[in-house]
């Protein structure tokens, strides 16, 4: 097994790639978090890099607060812009593969069809400008790389859509949801598998992927989705973006084609309706 480093390992992502590397039994794989490889710090990072050797190294830091991004767009774009290039750049030194996680929201979002990987990107907010530099630095700097595009990310673990719906769910006895902003959402959990179904089965294809569960929903129908599938009884009104007022615009429709990863890895992804079936029965079990 080649040895895999991955960044950004107390995040979301970077637990689920933990458990699932451990449900795998896969081993030679090092984790470090925010604290103990900052993707800013080259000395530290060539020191990880210089001691590790990877075969395979997995980002998965990223600056992912889309309305705060608005005001700090300095250190959203110090983290997904220059702390990619950063890896990047040791990648190419010390002869690692790049896997590298990106978002739905490089897109504006206005077209009517499934994205695909060379539609023209026009990212409409601060995160989504950064996370396109970030892609951008990598491909100038390292041919070898793989850059995943996600959305909706969710799980059990850190902060994401659902874990906010069944708190406000005992909160509040009423919630307005978006409605008509279209997306599909990824259950982090598959993603890492599919990473490291990526790893194991590398054919070397490198450059940009889709990747997010099956269908297409609306945040009002996930939140909708979350609270049958919990048995949470409360009032869920769905409005549209005009209605409830964010700092950041989301795209309208960032449903993005999957077919260029399927094809490569020949693999099937769960449909979202029951990826998200499993993770709540999961936080359930947890309580
Ligand atoms: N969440 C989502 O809905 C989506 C996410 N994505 C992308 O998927 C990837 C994973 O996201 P997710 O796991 O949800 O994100 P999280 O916000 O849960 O985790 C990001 C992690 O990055 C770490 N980090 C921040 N700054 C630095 C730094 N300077 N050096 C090292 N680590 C740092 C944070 O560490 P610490 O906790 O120590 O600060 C945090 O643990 C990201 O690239 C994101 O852009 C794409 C689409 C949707
Ligand atoms: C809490 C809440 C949110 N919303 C809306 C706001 C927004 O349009 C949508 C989702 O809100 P959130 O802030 O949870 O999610 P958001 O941070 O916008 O999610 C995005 O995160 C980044 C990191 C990505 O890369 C994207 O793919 C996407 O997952 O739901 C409501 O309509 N009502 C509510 O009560």
């Known amino acids: 097994m080649s040895k895999i480093i991955v960044f950004g390992a107390s995040g979301q992502l970077g637990q689920c790639l933990k458990q699932v590397v451990a449900e795998q039994q896969i081993t030679d794989v090092?984790?470090?978090?925010?604290?103990?490889?900052?993707?800013?710090?080259?000395?530290?990072?060539?020191?990880?890099?210089?001691?590790?050797?990877?075969?395979?190294?997995?980002?998965?830091?990223?600056?992912?607060?889309?309305?705060?991004?608005?005001?700090?767009?300095?250190?959203?774009?110090?983290?997904?812009?220059?702390?990619?290039?950063?890896?990047?750049?040791?990648?190419?030194?010390?002869?690692?593969?790049?896997?590298?996680?990106?978002?739905?929201?490089?897109?504006?979002?206005?077209?009517?069809?499934?994205?695909?990987?060379?539609?023209?990107?026009?990212?409409?907010n601060v995160y989504g400008l950064t996370k396109l530099e970030g892609e951008q630095a990598i491909a100038a700097t390292l041919p070898q790389h793989y850059i995943i595009r996600t959305s909706w990310l969710y799980s059990e673990h850190a902060n994401n859509f659902v874990k906010t719906m069944l708190r406000l769910g005992k909160e509040k006895d009423e919630l307005k949801i978006i409605a008509d902003q279209i997306g599909t959402p990824t259950y982090a959990i598959d993603l890492a598998r599919c990473i490291v179904h990526l790893i194991l089965n590398d054919k070397h294809q490198y450059g940009v992927y889709h990747y997010s569960n099956e269908g297409v929903t609306s945040w009002y129908d996930f939140a909708k989705a979350v609270f049958d599938i919990s048995g949470v009884q409360i009032?869920?009104?769905?409005?549209?973006?005009?209605?409830?007022?964010?700092?950041?615009?989301?795209?309208?429709?960032?449903?993005?084609?999957?077919?260029?990863?399927?094809?490569?890895l020949g693999i099937e992804v769960p449909y979202w309706r029951e990826s998200l079936n499993i993770c709540i029965t999961k936080l359930q079990k947890q309580q």
Do not use: W
Request: hydrophobic share 35%.
């Open 30 to 124: 090092h984790f470090f978090s925010g604290t103990e490889g900052n993707v800013l710090n080259m000395d530290v990072l060539d020191e990880i890099f210089k001691n590790e050797h990877p075969a395979y190294c997995i980002n998965c830091a990223a600056y992912t607060a889309v309305d705060k991004a608005e005001d700090e767009i300095e250190i959203a774009r110090k983290v997904n812009k220059d702390g990619a290039a950063n890896l990047a750049q040791l990648c190419k030194t010390y002869q690692s593969t790049l896997i590298h996680v990106s978002t739905d929201f490089v897109f504006e979002g206005t077209a009517p069809y499934p994205q695909v990987e060379t539609d023209a990107t026009n990212p409409i």
């Open 235 to 264: 009032r869920v009104l769905p409005v549209r973006t005009s209605e409830y007022i964010t700092k950041a615009i989301r795209p309208a429709y960032s449903v993005m084609d999957k077919t260029k990863i399927k094809t490569m």
